[in-house]
């Protein structure tokens, strides 16, 4: 089955930094990729998503990029900032939005 | 739009009882799908329903079980606890447009 590897585990930056959080998929049939930011004792809410035939959308600071070749991808925050910490989850989807296999997560803390 | 509510937020159990959860989806959406999340395995897909009926399965044993009501309301219980089954337990429901799925608050489960 679909298997989502996310790394790193934990990321700390500097406000006003950028970051980057990477995600590998294993099946070539995924073709839906969300992104989504959880707070402590909070839900999981979508912060962006893209679809396999795309390779690039962005919305605001947050920016996703996707290589289907190498079957990984990307997101970017520009301009970190305190509220931006939280733990970030990649996910991939052979049906647009159902069945999502999550990575691991990765914890992510702005400093100020 | 309201959007998906699970009830009961926390409960505690011992282990070898069952327990029921509850999710309504927001208004419209056909489809909902039930998480797992632990510190451990992370985010894990347990089902999805669609018009009531169950359309995928994950990877958890039977005692694992769920349904969905004609008004697109889903329970889903587990029967014979184990300490193991403590997690959070996350809904997540998907519009007739395939659109993004979008999760509940979740029910905090702890088995003693």
């Known amino acids: 089955g679909e298997n989502v590897e996310q790394h790193p585990s934990t990321l700390s930056v500097q406000e006003g930094d950028s970051a980057v959080i990477k995600c590998t998929y294993s099946?070539?049939?995924?073709?839906?990729f969300p992104w989504y930011k959880q707070e402590l004792g909070k839900r999981p809410q979508l912060i962006i998503d893209?679809?396999?035939?795309?390779g690039e959308k962005k919305d605001q600071r947050i920016a996703v990029t996707l290589n289907k070749t190498a079957k990984h991808f990307s997101l970017h925050i520009t301009e970190t900032q305190p509220e931006d910490s939280a733990v970030y989850f990649c996910?991939?989807?052979?049906?647009?939005?159902?069945?999502?296999?999550f990575g691991a997560g990765t914890i992510l803390r702005v400093k100020s | 739009k309201a959007g998906v509510t699970q009830t009961p937020r926390y409960l505690i159990k011992t282990r070898g009882q069952q327990v029921t959860l509850s999710c309504s989806p927001i208004?419209?959406?056909?489809?909902v799908s039930w998480y797992q999340q632990t510190p451990g395995q992370g985010l894990q897909f347990l089902f999805e329903?669609?018009?009531?009926?169950?359309?995928n399965k994950g990877n958890f044993p039977g005692r694992f079980s769920g349904r969905q009501f004609s008004n697109s309301r889903s329970e889903m219980n587990v029967s014979t606890l184990e300490l193991g089954d403590s997690a959070l337990y996350l809904c997540?429901?998907?519009?007739?447009?395939?659109?993004?799925?979008?999760f509940g608050p979740g029910t905090r489960l702890l088995v003693l």
């Open positions: 996910a991939a989807s052979k049906r647009y939005g159902n069945k999502l296999v």
């Open positions: 099946d070539s049939a995924s073709n839906y």
């Open positions: 893209i679809r396999s035939n795309v």
């Open positions: 208004s419209g959406h056909r489809s």
């Open positions: 329903y669609f018009s009531e009926t169950q359309r």
């Open positions: 997540a429901s998907l519009g007739e447009t395939q659109e993004t799925q979008y």
